[in-house]
């Protein structure tokens, strides 16, 4: 029998060759933060890119910190209502038309862990995701370009990364630096040293708060729905909380709430009786999904 070649689905055929600048921005999003922080970045890079594809992790690189990470569906959700539903400073957008539509949280991560699951591969590097979406792209003239902090540069410089020499290797690199002296170009033993492929983001330092962290903001989360906790009376203390909860969107904020993240007894972001709500899984908010990647939902 005559075998059936295998076509691609509509979405992720190749599209008419056009040079378009895309940033990929993977990150932990645990949670996602305003102002000054993770939706600040992706605003910078949505003016300065044609397009920005957002890729929160599925599971963390390093599989101690596996069980930091609330579920990857509702930190998925909390991507899009940070960085599509919100401007960079954290405020809502209530028309739909005034969005970015050059923003997308994608589900690559979790297709090509499940993927390489399947394969009997436990663990995957970034490199493997880039590869996958260079694969879904080819024919098209896009350039690429892999966005992270410091300090995951610096992992990957260290040889912390799965498969890290080819990724510095296939793909462009912007360093975003937190604050401080800690990229150089040059050897110096003393910082990173930045590789033949990567180039520090000018001008982005000035609008990054090196306060604002994911971490912090779940420990104020955490402290504030601890009701045994004593009443803060230190003021570094007091300000480090307000700085956590300020650090996030409205929406985000209310989403946590809602889904009582990062509270003491349900670490992981699941409702009360174990399991995750059903409109949780649902892929329905616009502007969400990029079509060179996946097929978008059909409207009803």
């Known amino acids: 029998l005559r075998r059936r070649r295998r076509r691609d689905p509509p979405a992720i055929r190749r599209a008419p060759a056009s040079v378009r600048s895309v940033a990929i921005y993977g990150l932990s999003a645990n949670p996602p933060t305003s102002k000054g922080g993770h939706a600040t970045l992706v605003r910078k890079l949505a003016e300065d890119f044609d397009e920005v594809w957002v890729l929160p992790v599925y599971s963390h690189a390093f ?6 990470l609330a579920a990857y569906e509702h930190r998925h959700r909390m991507c899009v209502l940070a960085f599509v539903h919100s401007d960079g400073d954290g405020r809502y957008i209530e028309d739909p038309a005034m969005r970015p539509t050059n923003i997308h949280v994608l589900h690559a991560e979790r297709e090509v862990a499940e993927r390489a699951r399947r394969r009997g591969i436990a663990r995957h590097g970034s490199a493997l995701v880039l590869r996958e979406i260079a694969r879904r792209n080819r024919g098209r003239d896009v350039k690429f370009t892999w966005v992270m902090g410091e300090d995951a540069y610096a992992d990957l410089r260290g040889g912390k990364w799965i498969d890290g020499d080819a990724f510095e290797r296939e793909c462009a690199q912007l360093v975003v630096p937190r ?12 910082r990173t040293t930045l590789g033949p492929n990567a180039k520090v983001a000018e001008g982005y330092e000035a609008i990054m708060d090196p306060e604002v962290s994911s971490t912090l903001s779940r420990a ?14 230190d003021a570094k203390e007091l300000a480090a909380y307000r700085k956590g909860i300020r650090s996030l969107c409205g929406d985000t904020l209310a989403y946590v ?7 003491l007894g349900w670490p992981h972001g699941v409702t009360q009786d174990g ?26």
């Open 63 to 68: 599989a101690e910190k596996d069980g930091e």
């Open 257 to 263: 709430d809602s889904r009582r993240l990062y509270s």
């Open 275 to 300: 399991l995750l709500k059903e409109e949780d899984l649902e892929n329905d908010v616009e502007g969400e999904t990029c079509g060179v990647w996946e097929r978008k939902k059909k409207p009803e």
């Open 220 to 233: 104020a989360i955490a402290r504030r729905r601890d009701w045994n906790a004593p009443v803060m009376t």
């Open 179 to 190: 604050g401080g002296e800690t990229l150089n170009p040059k050897d110096d033993s003393t």
